[in-house]
C-alpha cells in the first residue's frame, strides 16, 4: 500500500520547472530574468489601445492579469495573494510609466526588457544545456513567475 501524500498539481509543475534551473547561475538568471519578462508582457499588453472605451489602455493587461491570477489562485492561496500583489505592481509601474514618458516610452522599454531577459534566459538554457522549459510545456511560461515567487517565499519561511 502507497502511503505517500498525493502530489499537487504545483508541486508537480515546480519540480519539473526545477528540472530547468539546476545550474546556480541559471538560477539567479531565471530570478531576474522571468519576473523582468512577466512584467514586459503585461506592459506589451497594455499599449494594446481599445477604442471606444474610457480607459485607452490597459484593459488587455489586466484582464490578461486576471486569467493569470485566478489559475495562481487555485493552485495555491499564498501565492496567488502573492502574485495580485506583484500583479497590482507591475500594473501601478505600468500606469505611473505611461503618465510619466508616455505609451511610446513604455511600449519601446517593454520590448527591450522582453528582448534581454529573453536572450539571458537562453544564456541560462545554454548553461544547463536544455532547451527552454515552456518548449516542453506551454504551461511553464505561467509556472516560471509563480516558481520565482515560491523561492522568495522559501527564502522568508513562508508556506505556500
Known amino acids: 500500500m502507497n502511503t505517500t501524500p498525493p502530489q499537487r498539481p504545483l508541486d508537480r509543475y515546480f519540480a519539473g520547472y526545477a528540472e530547468y534551473y ?49 489559475y495562481y489562485y487555485r493552485l495555491s492561496r499564498p501565492l496567488g495573494l502573492g502574485m495580485l500583489a506583484v500583479f497590482f505592481v507591475f500594473g501601478c509601474l505600468c500606469r505611473l510609466f505611461e503618465m510619466r514618458l508616455g505609451l511610446a516610452a513604455l511600449l519601446w522599454t517593454a520590448a527591450a526588457v522582453f528582448a534581454i531577459g529573453g536572450i539571458a534566459q537562453f544564456v541560462g538554457y545554454r548553461i544547463e544545456g536544455r532547451r527552454p522549459a515552456f518548449l516542453g510545456d506551454l504551461r511553464y511560461l505561467l509556472v516560471g513567475p509563480l516558481w520565482v515567487l515560491a523561492r522568495v517565499y522559501r527564502r522568508m519561511g513562508w508556506k505556500y
Open 22 to 70: 539546476r545550474h546556480p547561475l541559471n538560477q539567479a538568471i531565471g530570478g531576474v530574468a522571468v519576473p523582468a519578462m512577466a512584467w514586459s508582457a503585461v506592459a506589451l499588453l497594455w499599449c494594446i489601445p481599445v477604442f471606444g472605451t474610457l480607459a485607452k489602455t490597459g484593459i488587455w493587461a489586466a484582464l490578461a492579469m486576471f486569467f493569470a491570477w485566478s
